[in-house]
């Protein structure tokens, strides 16, 4: 089993700053792809960013120029800065991995995903 703790979210004045961090454990071979996504109320889950194993990143247009998704592979961990925030930014942020893990007996790969951490933008 793999378990993914997302952290770092609060209450921020628009202008400000938040750095989230993700970190995944358990039963993990390799990951692939991580990323963040956020769910506003009443609004779809979107996709913010995401990063490859390789280090690709993609950006939502809404975010770009703002936001900067990074990992340290050695901890497993995921970030995203934020920077000048928005009221619009308001949302949960979820991050999700996409896990390989590898026993003697079998190999699966599954996309896991954390519960989530509330930023709220207001002055």
């Known amino acids: 089993q793999v378990q993914l703790a997302e952290s770092g979210g609060g209450l921020v004045q628009p202008g400000g700053s938040l750095r989230l961090s993700c970190a995944a454990s358990?039963?993990?071979?390799?990951?692939?792809?991580m990323g963040w996504h956020r769910q506003a109320p009443g609004k779809e889950r979107e996709l913010v960013a995401t990063?490859?194993?390789?280090?690709?990143?993609n950006y939502a247009d809404s975010v770009k120029g703002r936001f900067a998704i990074s990992t340290d592979n050695a901890k497993n961990t995921v970030y995203l800065q934020m920077n000048s925030l928005k009221p619009e930014d308001t949302a949960v942020y979820l991050c999700?991995?996409?896990?390989?893990?590898?026993?003697?007996?079998?190999?699966?790969?599954?996309?896991?995903w954390g519960q989530g951490t509330q930023v709220t933008v207001s002055s």
């Open positions: 999700n991995a996409d896990v390989t893990t590898i026993t003697t007996s079998w190999t699966r790969r599954y996309d896991y």
């Open positions: 990063i490859t194993s390789s280090g690709s990143t």
């Open positions: 358990g039963s993990i071979s390799s990951i692939e792809d």
